[in-house]
């Protein structure tokens, strides 16, 4: 056992079993860079190329169209009330599920991850079961002039059904390694419920929070499955944004279709590059919490 760790560190090295050489190192780096390249990189190029054929004067156009701007507000609506909607339930789901054992607990961890099991069509389809016209609510809704599908509260209500994991699923192990000392501080020099929460438990989450917000924005904006059911592909008024790519693409309208298509994909690189940043900021804060 002397002998062992009185040799070299590279000697070691060289005698770990766990040690691979260089060459094949570079060898799965290679393949891995070249999957990605040809999975994601190349698509992704394709996208903008395309959407800049017929140059930079039909690209602005192509965005300018009054139906290709009717699908961005509604996109940008829906993600602006779906978003802060499934924060807000985030946020409170993970604080129950981490900060309190409660009957149930695990039945609402699984609700939570419900969606990512269920196809997105499946939900479109049961919101078309609730609230269509021949469905269980539809006509009740209807004869009080309430429409839910076919109109923006059935894209929101999808796009909710698809979101809902992703606020709460980056909170809760976020939570639950913090632990509960800085709230259990907080409460022995007098602070109430709300302050403990607002003052301790959010400003240590924050950069796991907006982490969470930023994907479950990307997701709302790029939803097709579920909103394409509910939505009714009313020109101009139900089209979102992947829904307008999609009939315009099928139209043979491709300076458009790729135009529109370009808008997700800056979306995504926008995303990956604050992705990047929060998850930097968040190890800083990590390992500042440890420190102290």
């Not at 779906?82 to 009957?103: D, I, T, Y």
């Not at 929460?197 to 929070?209: D, I, K, Q």
């Not at 529109?260 to 990956?272: D, E, N, R, Y």
């Amino acid at each position: 056992m002397a002998d062992r760790l009185a040799m070299p560190a590279a000697a070691r090295r060289r005698g770990s079993p766990v040690a691979e050489p260089r060459g094949l190192k570079w060898a799965l780096t290679a393949v891995a860079l070249l999957v990605l390249g040809v999975l994601l990189l190349l698509p992704l190029a394709v996208v903008f190329v395309e959407a800049l054929r017929g140059g930079v004067g039909a690209y602005v156009a192509s965005l300018l169209d009054p139906e290709a701007r009717a699908a961005i507000r509604l996109t940008l609506l829906v993600a602006a009330i779906a978003v802060p909607l499934n924060a807000v339930f985030g946020v409170a789901a993970a604080w129950a599920v981490a900060k309190f054992e409660f009957r149930g607990k695990s039945l609402l961890v699984t609700l939570i991850d419900l969606p990512f099991s269920v196809s997105p069509v499946i939900a479109g389809m049961v919101y078309l079961l609730l609230f269509g016209a021949q469905g269980y609510l539809g006509p009740f809704l209807q004869s009080r002039g309430i429409q839910v599908v076919f109109a923006v509260p059935g894209i929101v209500l999808a796009t909710l059904f698809v979101t809902v994991p992703f606020v709460a699923r980056e909170l809760v192990p976020l939570m639950q390694e913090l632990g509960n000392e800085d709230e259990e501080a907080a409460l022995t020099l007098g602070a109430r419920g709300w302050q403990v929460f607002a003052l301790v438990t959010l400003p240590n989450v924050r950069w796991g929070l907006l982490y969470g917000v930023l994907l479950c924005n990307a997701r709302a904006m790029g939803e097709f499955g579920a909103a394409s059911v509910v939505s009714g592909h009313i020109r101009g008024q139900t089209n979102t944004v992947p829904l307008q790519v999609e009939v315009l693409y099928n139209e043979y309208n491709w300076v458009a279709a790729f135009a529109l298509a370009s808008l997700l994909a800056l979306l995504s690189l926008v995303t990956l590059v604050i992705k990047a940043v929060l998850e930097r900021r968040d190890v800083v804060s990590k390992a500042g919490h440890v420190a102290r």
